[in-house]
């Protein structure tokens, strides 16, 4: 399977925008500290990250789909632990 430029261009994105999540995550994760984390951004990001998530699965856009992925993965890690930690 060759990857088109646009398909290139979009997971290059995907990886730029979706790996700033990861130093959040990563730091949330190690530190349960969650205190200037606010919830409201959370939940409104990761509502907005599963509707784009659901776009691309509907136009079969995988660079769209890969970064949705991870990115709400990474964004309800830190959620649950503002739950849980507050």
Known sequence: ???????????????????????????????????????WMQVLFAAGTAMWLTYGLMISSWPVVVANTLTLVLVLSILALKLRFG
């Open 1 to 39: 399977m060759t990857l088109s430029t646009i398909e290139i261009i979009g997971f290059v994105a995907a990886l730029l925008t979706t790996g700033s999540w990861v130093p959040q995550a990563w730091r949330t994760i190690r530190t349960r500290d969650t205190r200037s984390i606010s919830l």
